[in-house]
């Protein structure tokens, strides 16, 4: 199963410097020489600044279109085409995003990129909640992004054109039915084999399922404590917790 989400490419490249200003020193670690410097300049220089001075230099596979490139890395194994044109990879990442992924899903529509692929591999629904890791990429893009809007559409006008279509497909292919699969679809299509692959322990004329086993449902966090022989599973955030 080959997917992949797109994020508006804008708002994906001030989120990717907007990540790098969180770092430390140490933080950064590659043995590519001037990588640590380029990634930690961005928490030194505006964001003006910052792109004026790396994202049409050797670095600029980063800033330059860099979903066309990763996209279309895909295809030819490539890591980031930094000396090749961006123009000249959008339609092997066109080709690539219609031909060879099973799902194209949009950061945008989260909730039901989500629910999609549940419903793709046969997962329970997955219900909304909140996201909790934002940090600020907006607020940087009203205060520092307006005066570069000409080079932000730049840099990231091949990637428009992707996303573009990214979003085509996710509306031919998925959204129906991402806004159809609830819990009776799940229990209609799918529960049956879910469930047949749980395989639990035999005690007496029971079987018993452990929270260190994999688990069939939704509203719990991920496990406290998983591969030891005590571990727990929370609750939340929605206020039930569905088991199967």
């Not at 300049?41 to 980063?62: F, I």
């Not at 091949?158 to 159809?180: I, K, M, N, P, S």
């Not at 009776?184 to 029971?206: I, L, N, Y």
């Amino acid at each position: 199963f080959r997917m992949t989400v797109l994020r508006e490419p804008v708002a994906r490249l001030v989120s990717n410097i907007n990540d790098w200003r969180l770092l430390q020193p140490h933080d950064v670690v590659d043995k590519i020489p001037g990588f640590d410097r380029m990634v930690l300049d961005s928490g030194r220089l505006p964001l003006a600044e910052y792109l004026a001075t790396y994202g049409d230099g050797p670095w600029r596979g980063h800033f330059d279109n860099p979903i066309t490139r990763l996209v279309a890395s895909g295809r030819t194994g490539a890591r980031s085409h930094g000396s090749v044109d961006a123009a000249e990879l959008l339609p092997v990442a066109l080709a690539c995003l219609e031909e060879d992924l099973d799902f194209v899903g949009l950061t945008e529509e989260l909730d039901l990129t989500r629910n999609a692929i549940a419903a793709r591999l046969g997962f329970v629904p997955v219900s909304h909640f909140p996201r909790l890791n934002a940090k600020g990429s907006r607020a940087v893009l009203e205060s520092e992004g307006a005066a570069l809007a000409p080079l932000l559409a730049r840099l990231t006008r091949h990637d428009a054109v992707l996303y573009e279509r990214a979003r085509q497909l996710f509306d031919t292919r998925h959204r129906a039915e991402a806004l159809a699969y609830d819990d009776a679809a799940f229990e209609a299509r799918h529960a049956a084999a879910m469930t047949g692959m749980m395989r639990g322990t035999f005690e007496g004329a029971a079987i018993r399922h452990r929270v260190a086993d994999a688990l069939l449902g939704r509203g719990f966090h991920p496990r406290d404590g998983a591969g030891l022989p005590e571990c727990a599973v929370w609750s939340g955030p929605d206020p039930v917790l569905v088991l199967y």
